[in-house]
C-alpha cells in the first residue's frame, strides 16, 4: 500500500508541473484529502477489479482510490498532467496505469483488457464539466459493461439524473439514465473546494447499471420518443409526438397512454411503451 506521507503535497505538484487549471479543459482541481476519500467510500469496496478515472488532473482523487486498496486507470487528456501522475504511479504497487488520451474516443472495457486489468470495471471520476454529460451517455449505452459510475456533476445535471416524473428537472437524460441504472445523489460539494473555485455547485451521484432495463423497450426508438416529447415539452402528447412522422393517434393507443399530458407528466414505463409501440409502427 502506498505511503501517503511520502507523497508530496499537491500544490506543490502542481507547481512543479505547471498544472495551472485551464477553462478550456473544464479543470476544476479538488485537492481537498477528506473529501476525495469521502468520494473514494462513496464507491464502495474498491479492493477487486479496475476503478476507471477520467480527468485525475494532479491526482488528488487518484491518490484517494489508491489509499483505498483501487487498481486504477487513470485516463488524462491534458499532457502536462501526465508526468505528475507517472510520479505518482511509481509508488503505487504497480495499481496505478496512466493513459493520455480523451476519453470520449476510447473503448473503457477494451483499453482495460488490452492492458490486462482485471474486471469488474467501474468508474470513478470528478468529470470535466465540459464532456461529463457527453461521457455519461456514451458509457450508458454500454451499462452492463460496468459495475458502478460514481461520478461529480454540476448540480444542474445531478438535478436532471435524479429528477422524477412532473418536475422542472424531468427530461430525456432523466430518462435514459433511470431506465438503464438506479441513480443515486450521495453529497454536493462546495465551490471553495476547489482551485480554482466553479461558479457552481458540484454533486457526486452514483449509478448503478439494472440487470435489465426498467421496462422494455429498444434505445433507439426510446430516444426518438423522448427527443419528440421533450423537444416540444409545453405541448400536450398528441401534438409534440408528431414529429415522429408517425400516426400518432395510434402509436399512443397503442401504447395505452393518455394523449393529453406533457412529456415532464409521463413516467420511465409509459415512455418505453411508447417506444415499443414506435417500434412496431416502424
Avoid at 487498481?71 to 508526468?83: F, G, I
Avoid at 445535471?157 to 435524479?162: E, G
Wanted: net charge neutral; proline share 8%; charged share 20%.
Amino acid at each position: 500500500m502506498p505511503d501517503p506521507a511520502a507523497r508530496p503535497p499537491l500544490r506543490e505538484v502542481i507547481a512543479k508541473h505547471g498544472l495551472r487549471a485551464q477553462r478550456k479543459l473544464g479543470q476544476n482541481f479538488l485537492l481537498d484529502a477528506n473529501l476525495t476519500a469521502k468520494i473514494a467510500r462513496a464507491a464502495g469496496d474498491l479492493r477487486g477489479g479496475t476503478t476507471v478515472e477520467v480527468g485525475p488532473g494532479p491526482g488528488g482523487l487518484t491518490r484517494a482510490l489508491l489509499d483505498a486498496g483501487a487498481t486504477v486507470l487513470a485516463v488524462e487528456l491534458d499532457p502536462r498532467a501526465v508526468p505528475a501522475l507517472a510520479e505518482l504511479s511509481e509508488g503505487a504497487d504497480g495499481r496505478l496505469t496512466v493513459v493520455e488520451g480523451d476519453a470520449l474516443a476510447m473503448d473503457l472495457p477494451a483499453e482495460c483488457a488490452a492492458r490486462g486489468l482485471p474486471a469488474p470495471l467501474r468508474v470513478v471520476a470528478n468529470l470535466p464539466y465540459n464532456v461529463g454529460t457527453a461521457l455519461l451517455i456514451d458509457w450508458l449505452g454500454q451499462a452492463n459493461r460496468f459495475e458502478s459510475f460514481t461520478l461529480m456533476f454540476q448540480k444542474e445535471v445531478a438535478d436532471r439524473l435524479t429528477a422524477r416524473p412532473d418536475t422542472k428537472a424531468y427530461g430525456r437524460l432523466t430518462v435514459l439514465a433511470q431506465w438503464l441504472c438506479s441513480v443515486e445523489r450521495l453529497f454536493n460539494l462546495p465551490a471553495a473546494a476547489f482551485t480554482p473555485p466553479p461558479k457552481v455547485v458540484s454533486t457526486m451521484i452514483r449509478l448503478v447499471p439494472r440487470p435489465e432495463p426498467l421496462a422494455p423497450a429498444g434505445q433507439d426508438a426510446l430516444e426518438r420518443v423522448t427527443a419528440a416529447a421533450f423537444g416540444q415539452r409545453r405541448k400536450m402528447l398528441r401534438q409534440s409526438l408528431k414529429s415522429l412522422g408517425q400516426d400518432t393517434e395510434a402509436l399512443i393507443a397503442a401504447a395505452g397512454v393518455d394523449p393529453t399530458p406533457r412529456a415532464e407528466q409521463l413516467t420511465i414505463e409509459q415512455f418505453c411503451a411508447l417506444a415499443r409501440a414506435l417500434e412496431a409502427q416502424t
